[in-house]
């Protein structure tokens, strides 16, 4: 059974129609990529998703359950967690602050769970007392992926996580979202870099005006002729 | 019938028939619309001044006066917050600039024995017309002042330096003397054609005319002032329905609905802010204006916040943000609630005195708590007011309600 | 590429991001240096001697407390719920009254060693601060929870709270009148010298006392609680709050009680200082603003540095000015921030 389900979504903003009639799916253990040109509707599919907007039509559901209009804090308690494109941090907690508050919603100790995410980043254990604005813009990307992290969801939403990041760092982080997969983790992810996120995903949603274009594995996709000439420069 | 009756009549008829004329279908063509208005607001007049007596007339008359400022200044409030969105809470500031500066250049400064009584930084003893144009172009010049700087910046900074300008406006006019007479009254702000109602007459009008006042007395006056300031709100009302439906007007809206701002630049944006702040602040000191020399002395504790910003954002907010009639009859409606509250609160002078021996005396706050109650609940289940905003373009519809 | 993505992670050296630190650190000095030599020279110029700036000073410090118990709740107020809290002085002012009315059913005793008051004023300051917070949770649940709810605009909940400020007043003004009261009259309150001719009354010392408590109190509740870290991420970024899955709800709760705990107290002082009327607090709202604005927008301690700055400049200004001018020397010091650095002293550029 999939674990998240997106079936006819037509959603937008105000009066604006930005998503028309888009299906995703993400299996139980899968990395699923979105992928598509500026402007897409990408992150809006996203959002919605994660229930920040009211679809028009279709349904958005999580395992069995319907999770179109639960408030945000519900869905994080369904196991789903999202890290935004952009300002996914808070800037004046430090490292570690931002972590319990991803955690906001436990109530019991979490040191084990902080520890867990500085084994991942140990990057992030070094600075754990940094105020998070004033770090580099890949560690606050570890910050707001270790952040979302802590509640250890089924499912984990990045939005474009390595924009903006310099090739070594991307080449760090796709590894990273390799390691939260293996354990046990689904990810669905958002990403300009078609060409690794294509050789990481399994399966892969191409985007295009706000419709679904192509879908596939990921390799299929790689290899196919159209995706080659719309993102791989081919 | 009296010759008096018939001269208020005929006053009353400039505003009455500015209304039948509004009220008639837009069909009508101008040959038939106009005499229709006259004809039927004459009538009306003619009605009123014959049925109703003299006393509670001219109680309606001043009442009608005060309702008419306070329209020019929710206009004003109405091009700065209804079209353009600016979270102005120091109209009072403006308003209290026009007011003193028109007061300042119509009176003359004192001379001899009285200067040591009053104190004025000068008086031109200009017309009253002068008066109320300086007065709209110096509240005009401290807004551009305050908005240069904050304009540019996030909503609510605006709002936060317009409460401080009010402040500061407020500090100035009671503690300089040499200004305004500080904390003390400036009196004998002249009254416009006031000799209209004068055994002397006019001077500059030929006999014959001046010979149908005749019959007016002083007391009088009152009429006279209100068609005064019913021409200001007609004339104010009819150019900024001109001015909204240009295509200023439509940038006004651009600016307050935010999605078509993303298309503008940010320097655009702060410019068209400014201007619609600046003409907003202009009405607002023109209206000052017509305060003061309806009240004929004036001093800082007229320009409370509570009178002079608050009771005005509740004028825009019930009559309908965005729509111009809505300001009018907002400032009727409320200006009619704040002074009727005040007679339901005599009548209710016993059953508070048995509440407590203070109460009676503290009724006027109550009708601040009456007011402050309405302004909530017409933010929480009317935002849109009475009549609700004019939409010219049905791009926007819905938006500001959802 | 994206243009809201921060810029190409470049590695930093150390020395550069101590650098970074210290320069706001080293702006914020000088300003404040520049800001009292100014004012000292303005006064000496004036031939005023330096004993009395220097106590005008030392109460500037005061009154930067109790208007830094009110910038705390409105900056925090300001981070968490983006409403500019016009209400907020008036929550001072009922504060201020509210103890007045605890006080008058407590059996009067005698005053505590120097100061004006006795047991029973702490007694009322204990009761009125909590019942001024619940005035805040209560103003919430009310008016502006409903409002958050139909997703009104912002503007529309800053219009509610200049609704809440009139109903507050009026509630003050029909209960206790316009006139100005005392908490106590006919007690002396002499100054004594404190150190090198600067005197001071036993009863500021006390507001001063009290002030930094709860300051500390609220360095710790931010700095220590979950919920007070909470309630920093929130005024950091609410959208992020939410989608993190921090009850926003209750964030927003907690915030409007120690808010106007914060607010009540700092009413009390003020009117332990001075007297009580029911424009104390819609006065005081512009260098609660000034305090907030230069401390930075929903950052508690800027708000502490703000008020400290606000409460300063305004003591020392009415060496040679009409003192009725403080508020608009407040005002000044908002014009200033707000043309050359309208983030604040704590802000990033760009981002107010
Ligand atoms: N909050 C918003 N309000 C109104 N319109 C929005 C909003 N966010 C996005 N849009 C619009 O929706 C459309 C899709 O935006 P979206 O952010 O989903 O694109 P995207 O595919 O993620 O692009 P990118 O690769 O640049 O991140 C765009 O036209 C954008 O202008
Ligand atoms: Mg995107």
């Known amino acids: 059974m999939a674990l998240l389900t997106i079936e006819g979504l037509t959603t937008g903003y105000g009066e604006m129609e930005v998503l028309r009639d888009v299906s995703l799916r993400v299996e139980e253990g899968e990395i699923v990529s979105i992928i598509g040109p500026n402007g897409a509707g990408k992150s809006t599919a996203m959002k919605a998703a994660f229930g920040l907007l009211e679809p028009w039509q279709g349904s958005i559901r999580l395992g069995e359950r319907t999770i179109s209009g639960l408030s945000a804090d519900k869905i994080v308690r369904l196991g789903m967690c999202y890290v935004p494109q952009t300002d996914n941090v808070f800037p004046s907690l430090t490292v570690e602050e931002n972590l319990e508050m991803g955690a906001f919603i436990l109530t019991g100790p979490i040191k084990e769970r902080k520890e867990r995410v500085f084994a991942l980043f140990p990057r992030l254990a070094e600075r754990r007392k940094q105020r998070a604005g004033k770090m580099s813009g890949g560690e606050r990307q570890m910050v707001a992926m270790g952040r979302a992290l802590m509640l250890d969801p089924k499912l984990l939403l990045l939005d474009e996580p390595s924009a903006g990041l310099a090739p070594l760092l991307v080449d760090m982080i796709f590894e990273r979202i390799r390691d939260i997969n293996a354990s046990g983790v689904s990810v669905l992810m958002v990403e300009q870099n078609a060409k690794k996120s294509l050789e990481l995903a399994h399966h892969a949603f191409v985007l295009v005006n706000g419709e679904n274009r192509i879908d596939g594995a990921g390799q299929a996709l790689l290899a196919d002729p159209e995706v080659g000439r719309l993102f791989l420069g081919g | ?70 329209a020019v200044i929710a206009l004003g409030l109405n091009v700065q917050w209804g079209y353009t969105g600016l979270f102005n809470i120091g109209i009072a500031a403006f308003f209290a600039v026009g007011a003193f500066t028109s007061a300042l250049f119509t009176t003359t400064a004192p001379t001899g024995v009285a200067a040591g009584f009053t104190q004025q930084a000068f008086g031109l003893g200009a017309p009253f017309l002068v008066g109320v144009l300086a007065a709209g172009v110096v509240a005009g010049v401290l807004a551009a002042v305050v908005g240069g700087p904050t304009l540019r910046l996030r909503d609510d900074y605006l709002a936060i330096a317009t409460i401080g300008i009010a402040e500061l406006v407020r500090l100035v006019f009671q503690n300089e003397r040499w200004l305004a007479n500080g904390p003390q009254p400036l009196r004998g702000i002249p009254q416009p054609l006031v000799c209209l109602v004068r055994e002397a007459g006019c001077p500059w009008l030929p006999a014959p005319i001046m010979g149908l006042f005749a019959p007016l007395s002083p007391r009088d006056y009152t009429y006279v002032y209100l068609v005064i300031t019913a021409l200001f709100v007609i004339v104010t009302f009819m150019v900024l329905e001109r001015a909204v439906r240009s295509p200023w007007g439509r940038l006004l809206r651009a600016v307050r609905e935010e999605e078509d701002a993303a298309a503008m630049n940010g320097k655009d944006v702060a410019r068209i802010k400014l201007q619609a702040f600046v003409v907003g602040a202009v009405i607002m000191g023109m209206g000052g204006a017509l305060y003061a020399h309806y009240m004929v002395a004036i001093d800082y504790s007229h320009f409370d916040p509570l009178y002079a ?43 508070l005195a048995a509440i407590s021996p203070e109460l009676p005396a503290r009724g006027p706050y109550l009708r601040l708590l009456l007011i402050a109650l309405l302004l909530i609940f017409i933010l929480l289940f009317r935002p849109k007011g009475l009549i609700g905003e004019e939409r010219f373009v049905s791009r926007h519809s819905g938006s500001r309600e959802a | 590429m994206d243009a809201m993505t921060p810029p190409l992670t470049t590695r930093r050296r150390p020395g550069e991001r101590l650098k970074g630190l210290l320069g706001s650190r080293w702006a914020l000095l000088t300003v404040l240096a520049l800001v009292v030599a100014g004012l000292w020279l303005m006064a000496s110029l004036q031939g005023i001697p330096g004993q009395r700036v220097l106590s005008l000073m030392v109460r500037g410090v005061m009154l930067g407390g109790i208007l830094a118990l009110g910038a705390i709740g409105l900056s925090l107020i300001f981070g968490v719920l983006r409403i500019p809290n016009f209400a907020h002085g008036d929550m001072m002012t009922s504060g201020a009254y509210l103890a007045l009315l605890a006080l008058s059913f407590i059996p009067l005793g005698a005053p505590l060693g120097p100061f004006s008051f006795g047991y029973e004023f702490l007694v009322a300051l204990v009761i009125a601060m909590p019942l001024v917070g619940l005035l805040g949770y209560a103003l919430d649940r009310l008016v502006f929870r409903r409002l958050r709810n139909q997703k009104s605009p912002p503007v529309i909940m800053a219009m509610a709270a200049l609704g809440s400020a009139f109903l507050i007043r009026s509630l003050i003004y029909v209960f206790w009148g316009a006139d100005f009261v005392f908490y106590y009259t006919g007690r002396p309150r002499p100054a004594f010298e404190l150190f090198a001719g600067i005197r001071v009354r036993p009863d500021q010392l006390f507001i001063l006392g009290l002030a930094l408590a709860m300051i500390i109190l609220v360095y710790l509740l931010l700095e220590r609680t979950k919920m007070g870290k909470a309630m920093r991420a929130t005024a950091d970024n609410p959208e992020l709050a939410r989608v993190t899955g921090i009850d926003t709800e209750s964030v927003i709760r907690w915030t409007w009680l120690i808010g106007g705990g914060l607010a009540g107290a700092g009413g009390v002082m003020y009117g332990l200082d001075a007297q009580l009327r029911p424009e104390m607090g819609w006065w005081l709202l512009l260098p609660l603003f000034a305090a907030v604005i230069l401390g930075t927008i929903g950052n508690a301690y800027g708000a502490l540095v703000g008020a400290l700055v606000i409460g300063i400049v305004w003591q020392v200004s009415t060496a040679f000015l009409n003192p009725a001018y403080g508020p608009g020397v407040a005002f000044m010091v908002l014009i200033l921030v707000l043309l050359f650095r309208p983030q604040g002293i704590f802000g990033k550029p760009g981002g107010a």
């Open chain 2, 309 to 351: 910003t608050f009771l005005i954002w509740v004028m825009l907010m019930l009559g309908g943000s965005g729509n111009n009639r809505g300001a009018i009859l907002g400032a009727f409606v409320i200006w009619g609630v704040w002074t009727g509250a005040a007679f339901a609160v005599d009548a209710l002078r016993p059953a």
């Open chain 2, 1 to 70: 019938m009296s010759d008096v009756a018939l001269i208020k009549s005929l006053l009353l008829t400039i505003p009455l028939a500015f209304l039948v004329f509004r009220a008639l279908p837009a069909g009508l063509a101008l040959a038939a619309r106009l005499p229709l208005a006259l004809a039927l607001g004459w009538t009306v007049a003619l009605g009123v001044t014959l049925l109703v007596p003299t006393g509670v007339m001219s109680y309606l008359a001043s009442f009608a006066i005060v309702g008419s400022i306070y």
